[in-house]
């Protein structure tokens, strides 16, 4: 789902090595040093920003809170991480990353130049890039300006993705996010049941996130019965009802998400929004197409189109971003992979009023774990 993204990114931003040890990073960049050697490649740049940084954040544990950073690592030597912070904030960016040489990218030159200039050889290197659709062109005008024509850019994003399949001190990370988003969307219903308005509720479910330690929170919040989802507007006693929310949070990096049907009687979008998400789990399995689990979860539906704010999609994967790929849409060539974690979401609207049922799962070698779902309707 797009919601809108905070001007300021709030919340406990830091590296909790008790979590996720040194150790854990070492495994991944043994992955990604395998790719430089199958790729050719002599390094690899990892941008990111506050509104996207999955990969960098996978790899560094760095969460850019405001502007961009960028990871650089060389197949032989020490990493780098530059960010767009003055250099008076680099003593509190070094908590956030195991990487212990963090610089500022306000000195350019100084930073990113004499890095560049020991991976220099006879032949343009090839240096592959992840993240570069997202970076700014002032930015991209200095990284051309340095490369030169001693290396080539080579992007290596869907490459990557595919090395970031669930490891299980991820999952133990995932399963908290879930434990807080069901936490934050069990109060938006009981709010809303107990007379509070819909944004009101929706607040609500966004406080008790904020105070479980969530480091983002994102709500949407219907004011039509159910038909479409709105950000916030400040209309905290507009009540209607069915009642129709969407919460989404990011605890300790990784992201959760839940949509939130409620009503005195139960109509028949929340029927089908049912039936649809449980065709679309008893489908779920390894090696399974995106389309043929998108048409079991429309069969489902009956008559009724699929709700319109899913987009066409009845899920995807989930991690580090809150959309990392794997669109389930009837188009989509994506197959279920082992290891995966998906948000899934299935509801329909009439002119009266629309459900949305969800759920996240964890693709294993038996079939499927459910980590949350959403609250009774």
Not at 39 to 62: C, I, K, P
Not at 140 to 152: I, T, V
């Amino acid at each position: 789902m797009r919601t809108m993204h905070p001007s300021i990114m709030i919340g406990s931003y830091g590296w909790e090595q008790d979590r996720v040890p040194r150790d854990e990073f070492q495994i991944r960049l043994d992955a990604l040093h395998a790719l430089m050697d199958r790729q050719g490649l002599a390094a690899v740049l990892v941008y990111g920003d506050a509104r996207e940084h999955a990969a960098l954040a996978w790899f560094a544990n760095f969460i850019p809170r405001m502007r961009w950073a960028m990871a650089l690592f060389p197949r032989k030597g020490e990493p780098r991480l530059l960010t767009s912070m003055s250099p008076r904030d680099v003593p509190a960016m070094r908590q956030m990353t195991w990487i212990p040489d963090v610089m500022s990218g306000w000195n350019w030159e100084s930073a990113f130049d004499p890095w560049l200039a020991k991976l220099g050889g006879e032949d343009p290197a090839g240096i592959g890039s992840i993240g570069f659709d997202l970076m700014r062109p002032p930015l991209m005008q200095s990284l051309q300006k340095s490369l030169g024509n001693r290396f080539r850019l080579q992007a290596v994003d869907g490459e990557v993705l595919a090395l970031r399949s669930t490891r299980p001190r991820e999952l133990s990370l995932i399963r908290e996010a879930c434990k807080v988003v069901e936490a934050g969307a069990v109060t938006m219903r009981n709010a809303w049941r107990g007379g509070l308005g819909n944004e009101a509720a929706a607040l609500e479910g966004e406080r008790v996130a904020r105070a479980m330690a969530a480091q983002d929170v994102r709500t949407l919040v219907s004011f039509d019965r159910g038909r479409t989802l709105s950000p916030f507007r400040g209309s905290f006693d507009a009540r209607a009802e069915p009642f129709l929310g969407y919460i989404a949070v990011k605890h300790m990096g990784y992201w959760a998400e839940l949509f939130v049907s409620e009503a005195d009687q139960a109509g028949k979008p929340a029927g089908a929004a049912k039936a649809g998400l449980s065709a679309l789990l008893q489908a779920f399995e390894t090696g399974a197409s995106a389309g043929v689990l998108h048409r079991r979860a429309i069969d489902a539906l009956g008559p009724s189109p699929l709700h319109p704010v899913l987009g066409g999609s009845v899920g995807r994967r989930m991690g580090v971003s809150p959309a990392e790929g794997g669109e389930l849409g009837a188009g989509s060539m994506h197959t279920l992979v082992h290891g995966h974690v998906y948000g899934l979401h299935v509801g329909t609207a009439d002119e009266q009023s629309g459900a949305i049922a969800s759920a996240m799962i964890m693709l294993s070698a038996a079939g499927y774990d459910v980590l949350v779902r959403s609250p009774d309707m």
